[in-house]
């Protein structure tokens, strides 16, 4: 495995540090992270692709991961200590056991005195998991405290190696976390700094800069009409007429000069603008036009006859309300003022929380409203029930959703332990657990598993599985389904909430074979057995629908499984799914292109995960009245992602790819759809892709529905089938 390893990653490790070196510089820590991966792959203390990828090092140790599932070979759990632990080992004995400070401080936390404030932690809930490792020692004390002194022992050994190293503790003296009902996509922390990092940009700087100065160039238009002999310049067609300036001389315009020359020092404005030009003949007269040329005369003149005309005579009423209206824009706040304000509002709330309203923090500023770009910062630390972000916009993707979903899940996995601590400190190790970013992995692996972690594994068996738990896991996983059913129709469900909703299945004593997204540039050419499940429950579900059909979904699976890299692995459907990507013109292609082929058909015959979850969940009758709204939306979304202009070739492919994924889930949900809603929904979109290269895969889905059948190259009349992965020219792309 390290070889290919090796061979998947080097390249791309290469292109995230020149991309690295482009945008942030030599010395920014993206580029160090990305060079530590590369010197890490060529000595071998980083292993691309394995579950446990830095040497010496059990898998249960939280990595960073960068962009891509690589390691950069730091353990976050490795931090330098804090000031009230510092605080802490400054008070120890001087003999006080340990190799570092870090080791002294995790000794000390398995003391009497250490465990005893953990004792204190644990009952109050005041005390904050931002790592798994983080909950390790509170394990222990609840060990030690309730009679599992032999688990507790074996925590300790497994942690003793790291201690000199990692932190094992928790920050202490939190506020206790909200319910786990209620989730919200931002904490108060991250929305000060997201707020306090609004700038204001340089243009709209310079804008607000030229309005104030409104008042001076009034007072330098005012000094030159002064020296006008007659009536004022004005335009008439084009042409000047009036009177010239530089002809009578004020008696105050050596004072009036100066002063105004004085405070338009350092104004910068185009050189050939009105106010430059009047500022240099000023700058030219000390007493008299005499270092004029008549041209820079006709110049002043020119200037004048400008600003006359569009704004009026100096003090009249028209100029006035045009200079008092310009003061009083660049009087207002700006968006980062506002937003400072905002954050100000937010500082005495914590920093790892959400907030149960906003209305407050977003108020009005001084009679100035908040403006949307700042509440909609705030509004992402809203606290509330996952449908009602889900409606208020706040949670707007699969991946928002799988992000907050994790404290739902661990009030119900917690519901299973009896004691209140331990299930409080079960909770929120399952939320921090979630936040670990997944590697990249070969041959088939899987990623590490949270009863993998040695403190989580000592409690294990401490859980008890009651009913009533069960029965809301269920309740609570259909429910979340619906949800991303309903608010994401077109997108197939990321990698990240199939684990969430793995992990509620389980809760619920269910076995749904839920498959991960696989990327095409590290697939092995086969896949898990529970692929073949997937798709054995996808044919029997599916049999007889506008689904199956479309996509000739095999009306039985053939049994049996082999083994490879010690996994069980369906040969079978991997055989079906290179043979069916032959469609995308996979005969003689290799790569990345074939190899999403290959992957696009696993989607197809899995309907990735859709059919599972219908199915175990016995959601038909919950989805049918909404089939045909989600339906039109991910079809309709599929035809507008492909009418945005692409600006690369690379982008287009994306688009193609994602559109297809989209109009595949359309095409699930219309299956729940009756005959004449089907046609129907054909006739709504037929308007919008008459003319267009995706009407062929109108035609392709209006034959299906009719009850004809697509041949072996995905055609049938003037309508094919719609993939989004091809090895050459994809027929939906222009030339």
Known sequence: ?????????????????????????????????????LDGMADGTLTVGSRTPIADTPSWVTLEVLHGGFASGRYLAEAPLRQDEQEIVAALPADAPGTTDRERLNLYYLSDAGQAVL?????????????????????????????????????????????????????????????????HVATVGEVR????????????????????????????????????????????????????????????????????LADTEGVERHPRGNFARLRAALLACETDSGALSGRDVGWVRRALANTLTKRGAPESAERTAYREQRLAVAARPTHAALAEVVAARLDDLPGDEGV????????????????????????????????????????????????????????????????????????????????R?????????????????????????????????????????AQTTMVAFTAFPQAILPNPLVAELGAVARQAGLTLPLVEEIAADIFMGTFTA????????????????????????????????????????????????????????????????????????SQILTTHNLAVLVDGLELPDRLAPVAARLAGQALSWAVRRMAVPFPHRHAALIAVKNAAYAWRQGIFFLSFCDPATQRATIDWLRPQLHGTRLA????????????????????????????????????????
Not at 234 to 252: E, Q, S
Not at 390 to 414: C, F, K, M, W
């Open 1 to 37: 495995m390290a070889d290919r390893g090796k061979q998947v990653g080097r390249g791309y490790a290469f292109d995230q540090l020149r991309r690295a070196l482009r945008h942030a510089g030599a010395d920014s820590a993206r580029a160090a992270r990305w060079r530590a991966v």
């Open 119 to 183: 004792l204190d932690a644990l009952a109050t809930g005041t005390y904050r998991v931002g790592i798994p490792e983080h909950a390790a020692l509170l394990t222990v004390a609840w060990l030690l405290a309730n009679g599992h002194s032999a688990a507790a022992l074996d925590v300790v050994a497994e942690l003793r190696p790291l201690m000199h190293r990692l932190r094992f503790t928790p920050y202490l003296d939190q506020p206790p976390s909200s319910s786990g009902s209620v989730v």
């Open 193 to 260: 700094t997201a707020l306090r990092a609004v700038t204001t940009p340089p243009a709209i700087a310079t804008m607000r800069a030229r309005l104030a100065e409104q008042p001076l160039y009034d007072r330098l238009v005012a000094l030159w009409c002064d020296t006008v002999d007659g009536e004022l310049p004005r335009l008439d067609g084009g042409a000047v007429v009036g009177g010239w300036p530089c002809r009578v001389w004020p008696d105050d315009w050596a004072r009036r000069r100066a002063r105004l």
């Open 356 to 435: 149960p309203l906003v209305d407050a923090f977003v108020a009005d500023v001084d009679g100035h409203q908040v403006p949307p770009t700042v509440d909609r910062k705030v509004t992402r630390a809203l606290e509330g029930s996952v449908e009602e972000l889900v409606e208020r916009g706040v949670i707007t993707s699969g991946d928002v959703l799988a992000r907050v979903l994790p404290r739902v899940t661990s009030s119900l996995l917690a519901a299973n332990i009896a004691d209140p601590a331990l299930s409080t400190l079960y909770g929120k190790t399952y939320v921090a657990f979630r936040r």
């Open 437 to 477: 970013r997944s590697l990249l992995l070969l041959d088939l692996e899987h990623q590490v598993r949270i009863e993998e972690l040695p403190w989580v594994a000592a409690i294990e068996p401490l859980r008890e599985h009651r009913r009533d738990a069960t029965r809301a896991a269920r309740q609570a996983l």
């Open 530 to 601: 529970k692929f073949q499940s997937a798709a054995v429950v996808a044919s029997a579900t599916l049999a007889g629908t506008l689904y199956g059909a479309y996509y000739d979904l095999p009306e039985s699976w053939s049994a049996g499984t082999r083994t490879r890299w010690g996994q069980r692995v369906a040969h079978h459907f991997a055989t079906a799914c290179t043979e069916r990507a032959a469609e995308a013109g996979t005969a003689r292609a290799y790569g990345v292109a074939a190899s999403g082929a290959v992957l696009e058909q």
């Open 696 to 735: 062929p895969a109108l035609d392709g889905l209006a034959a299906i529905v009719a009850g004809e059948r697509f041949d072996r190259h995905g055609k049938v009349h003037s309508g094919r089938r719609w993939l989004g992965w091809s090895t050459g020219k994809h027929w939906a792309l222009d030339d």
